[in-house]
């Protein structure tokens, strides 16, 4: 008997507990599980900076037709987190993802070198609120990259989950570019070998059907020779 009262109290302490937690997030609980959190709104936006001196203005993509970064060259990000809704929200976690051939140089948070990952969170999240974190990563040494690719596009993603579970995306690409083994830069830029051209001969096969017409002639040059013999035998008879 004891024991089910027991377990009668801890279950009524945990949905307590629950509901306490829902209602401190503005969340109302829903039968049968999961809960609905009225005005509760926010938006995300990753965007990646152009390569320049100085560092160009924040895009949301670089495209292969868009300038390109180079090896051993850091890459700055901005993360922007905004409250669209009407009530404060408690915690927002943002898990950044960084693509393969990046490594991880500043940001907000903690990095898992294993995975490869960033994360940190905001707290109190008021309406209208909006902020921006700053992330720089570094591509890889030429050594480390693909030896037969020449441009290499890479994806870096940001998802953030907030305290009611609603999960926003944002991403930006960028590429890079290096030389190919075999290849030749001029200006920084790829140049392939210049083709081989061949120049064919005067004498080549353009004069082969003239030298066929030099027997042809020298032939109607006898024959006549040999008419014009044979008439004048025939008068003299």
Sequence with gaps: MKKLFAI????????????????AAGCTPV??????????????????????????????????????YNPSQNVTFQVTLKNTGSNTIPTITVTDVFPKYLSFVSGPGN?????????????????????TYTIVGKILDEAGLPKDEGVICQLNQATATDSSGVVNSSSSQFCLQKQVLGETTKGGLPVMPAPEITTTPATGPEMLPLALLVPGALGGLLLRRRSKRSLITGGEK
């Design 8 to 23: 009668i109290l801890l279950s009524v302490l945990f949905f307590a507990f629950k509901v306490s937690a829902a209602n």
């Design 111 to 131: 990095f898992n070198a294993k995975t490869k990952t960033l994360v940190f969170s905001v707290a109190s999240f008021k309406p209208g609120q909006s902020v």
């Design 31 to 68: 039968y049968g599980g999961g809960e609905t959190c009225p005005g509760y709104s926010y938006s995300i936006q990753k965007l990646v900076q152009r390569p320049g001196k100085g560092g160009g203005d924040f895009v949301n993509n670089l495209s292969i037709n868009d300038a390109k």
